[in-house]
């Protein structure tokens, strides 16, 4: 039976069963699962999770080091033109949206928030760029509100493997994905889950080649060695590279 057809069949009863018995592994796989983009305020968290998009944790790390050294709050990216901020956050790519997004979110922070973030659903979504999953990872993460699971790639992905998901139509459903996650785990759990689905997403269940061998939930996961077949992840060969190599010289 195919991972879609579990996820559909199995009783909900037994599909909350299963998530708990997943959730009691992944806590003690990952018993400090926390956001990994780095922030002090809810703020550097806010516009962290807007310069996330389309980037990894990483990179959007490595700029916003030096980027909350220059803008201290949400008055001081309406200081400067566009283009300054856009040079400021290029790296992380989608840098023209991303600089409009938090212009306007600073703009109403400031206008209609006496710049400081709220801590509701509401009013986060009314943000430039503020959508469901950025807000949750705000509420969840710094107020410490369980409003909704954050599902980003790796949740989206981790749950239609795992036959989490009943009604996605796939692993980009993330709002779908959201409502079903919200059945299946204790309101209490929702941003722990999150945390911990991206960080087995990260080391063990990766997109391209999951380490079924090494991971702690293949009895309880339908798609549990179904990748075996597939063909090794492709890197460029020795030979290729030193092609390369010597092309750029
Ligand atoms: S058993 Fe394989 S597919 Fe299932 S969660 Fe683990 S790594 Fe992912």
């Not at 503020?130 to 705000?138: L, P, S, Y």
Request: hydrophobic residues 40%.
């Amino acid at each position: 039976m195919t991972t879609r057809r579990i996820a559909v069949h199995e009783m909900i009863f037994d599909k909350k069963k299963r998530a708990r018995s997943i959730l009691r592994i992944l806590r003690r796989l990952y018993p400090n699962a926390d956001c990994a983009l780095e922030h002090r305020s809810a703020f550097e968290l806010l516009i962290s999770t807007i310069l996330a998009a389309q980037s990894t944790d990483v990179n959007v790390n490595r700029v916003t080091r030096a980027l909350y050294q220059k803008y201290r709050g949400p008055a001081d990216f309406l200081k400067v033109q566009p283009e300054e901020l856009e040079n400021d956050i290029h790296s992380t790519g989608f840098y023209h949206n991303k600089a409009r997004s938090i212009i306007g979110t600073c703009r109403l922070l400031v206008d209609e928030y006496d710049g400081k973030v709220p801590d509701t659903m509401n009013d986060l979504v009314r943000l430039p760029g503020v959508a469901r999953k950025t807000a949750n990872v705000v509420l969840g993460t710094w107020f410490k509100k369980n409003e909704g699971v954050v599902v980003d790639t790796h949740v989206g992905r981790l749950a239609e493997r795992m036959a989490l998901t009943w009604n996605a139509r796939d692993s980009k459903d993330a709002v779908v994905i959201e409502k079903d996650l919200m059945e299946l785990f204790s309101r209490k759990d929702w941003t722990c889950v999150a945390h911990a689905l991206v960080w087995h997403g990260r080391k063990i269940c990766m997109a391209k080649k999951p380490a079924c061998a090494l991971c702690d939930l293949s009895d309880l996961c339908p798609s549990a060695f179904s990748f075996e077949n597939l063909p090794p992840v492709k890197g460029p060969t020795r030979k290729r590279s030193l092609r390369q190599r010597s092309e750029r010289r």
